[in-house]
């Protein structure tokens, strides 16, 4: 008889990344931000500028567009000018946010970074902004519900959503239009309620799915040199547009928020803008990214940092409208306070995006956690095998 053959060594599967592990690197990926698909360059593996650069500056006009808000009622200008960015600040972070989620799917580690980097920070702000309005606005009476998302926090709720219906995106035939049309009858639908802001996550649901859909040859595209000329001409039809529409249309169309009957208006128009309103946002992301830097620059490495600036300033810009800045002084009324409100808000963002505040606020946004999950059975092999060794 032949000699049994010895039975051959299984090996381990390589060892992923422990879940919750705290990268302290710069090219370390923020929770919240654009997950799934790596932001680091195959090549060199470094951070791609281009995408940190345009979620910077994405979040830098949500701080302004958020203080020119209590300026709009006295001024034209500050109304158009605030519904031209409301256009396409938020579906750029949104299309670059699917773009980076077009590889998840229900893997461990996957989903344990959903958990802490979405919906932990969650219900840690949710919960704050909870106790800063009741102390702020003099409101104790103010409820402390996770199913109604309270300003900002909406975001992570729909990411959340978005993400977990990422597969169910990468099979269907005509994904773009499908979430097109659902977003179309969820605008013409007043019964779906408030019930976590089901109504934004709904509407802004095809500019994630743009996102999923899009290659790197496509933002190649949009950065070509006739792109950038062409956006300065697109750029200044939409604030003329704008102007002439400040006074005849609420801006509320562009929050995505409510219905059109909650609009004050009949569902066939909730039906044509809410596709109107997708192209023309389109249009203007596409002119954005075009101007968006693809090398480094020194806002660089703020772009990892944007999702801790886009909560934490929520504290500010409600604040000063709890505590009536703009209501008891009149010089942020002026041309000269406008302009001066406008770059504070540039500042303060700018601020919460760096690294000294990351730290600081680390343990809400990008908490380890690992005693809440279980261990990966390879691992717990591996950790044997280095010990009887």
Not at 21 to 44: D, Y
Not at 51 to 78: C, Q
Request: hydrophobic residues 50%; charged residues 20%.
């Amino acid at each position: 008889m032949f000699p049994a053959a010895p039975t051959p060594r299984r090996e381990l599967p390589p060892a992923r990344e422990a879940a919750g592990t705290v990268r302290t690197k710069p090219a370390a990926r923020p929770p919240g931000a654009p997950e799934g698909a790596s932001e680091h360059s195959p090549k060199t593996g470094s951070r791609n500028a281009f995408f940190d650069n345009a979620k910077y500056l994405a979040i830098v006009l949500v701080a302004m567009g958020h203080s020119w808000e209590p300026l709009t009622d006295g001024s034209r200008a500050a109304e158009a000018l605030y519904m031209t960015v409301y256009t396409f600040h938020m579906p750029a972070f949104i299309i670059i946010s699917g773009y980076f989620s077009r590889s998840f799917d229900m893997r461990k580690d996957r989903l344990q970074r959903l958990i802490t980097g979405v919906a932990v920070p969650y219900i840690l702000f949710e919960t704050a902004y909870a106790f800063f309005k009741r102390w702020a606005d003099d409101d104790p009476g103010h409820p402390i519900s996770l199913l109604d998302p309270w300003f900002l926090t909406w975001f992570l709720v729909a990411l959340f959503i978005w993400r977990l219906t990422t597969p169910l995106w990468k099979i269907v035939r005509w994904p773009i239009p499908l979430a097109v049309a659902i977003a179309v009858l969820a605008s013409v639908s007043p019964d779906i309620g408030d019930d976590l802001d089901l109504q934004r996550v709904l509407q802004f649901l095809p500019f994630f799915v743009l996102g999923l859909s899009l290659r790197p040859e496509h933002f190649k595209l949009v950065q070509r040199r006739a792109v950038r000329i062409a956006s300065l001409p697109i750029f200044a039809c939409a604030l003329l547009m704008a102007y002439w529409a400040a006074p005849r249309m609420s801006s509320a169309w562009f929050y995505h928020r409510d219905s059109a009957q909650e609009l004050g208006t009949t569902w066939w128009i909730g039906a044509v803008m809410t596709p109107a309103l997708f192209g023309c946002s389109i249009v203007l992301v596409a002119c954005f990214f075009s101007w968006v830097p693809t090398r480094r620059t020194w806002f660089t490495v703020l772009g990892a940092g944007t999702l801790y600036g886009y909560l934490l300033h929520g504290f500010l810009a409600k604040g000063s409208r709890f505590w009536g800045w703009f209501d008891d002084y009149a010089w942020p009324h002026t041309p000269v306070g406008e302009v001066a409100v406008t770059l504070l808000a540039a500042a303060i963002v700018t601020a919460l995006c760096t690294p000294p505040v990351r730290r600081v606020f680390r343990f809400a946004m990008e908490p380890t956690m690992a005693w809440a999950f279980r261990k990966d059975p390879a691992e717990k092999a591996r950790a044997r095998e280095r010990v009887g060794a």
